[in-house]
């Protein structure tokens, strides 16, 4: 019942920084996770951040802990994942995604945890 739109997808150079938006539509759910998920050819969709409320907790994969960083702004509707020293391996397609249900750790960064999805936007690293 709740979509989502991403962007703030582009083009950088290694060691550069992109900030990507996911906005979403109210939701009545009091429990809820948000994800940021990438995909890259010939790869699995992978869990890189995500949080959960209503007592907000954050987790991140162990490969972007140290670079990426996950926030919410409800005012605003909208989840932010800033990525700071990009490189090239992090060149995906970044999709966020929802579900109503608390599935924080190891599971909160599982593809088959969330329900709703939007529709990705495409991080390209260049060396």
């Known amino acids: 019942q709740v979509q989502l739109v991403e962007s703030g997808g582009g083009s950088v150079q290694a060691e550069g920084s992109l900030r990507l938006s996911c906005e979403y539509s109210?939701?009545?759910?009091?429990?809820?996770?948000m994800g940021w998920f990438r995909q890259a050819p010939g790869k699995e969709r992978e869990g890189v951040a995500a949080i959960c409320g209503p007592r907000i907790r954050t987790m991140y994969a162990d490969s972007v802990k140290d670079r990426f960083s996950i926030s919410q702004d409800n005012a605003k509707n909208t989840v932010t994942l800033q990525m700071d020293n990009l490189q090239p391996v992090d060149t995906a397609t970044y999709y966020c995604?929802?579900?109503?249900?608390?599935?924080?750790?190891?599971?909160?960064?599982?593809?088959?945890?969330?329900?709703?999805w939007g529709q990705g936007t495409q991080v390209t690293v260049s060396s």
């Open positions: 109210e939701f009545t759910s009091s429990t809820y996770c």
């Open positions: 995604a929802w579900t109503p249900r608390w599935v924080y750790g190891r599971v909160g960064l599982s593809r088959n945890s969330y329900q709703y």
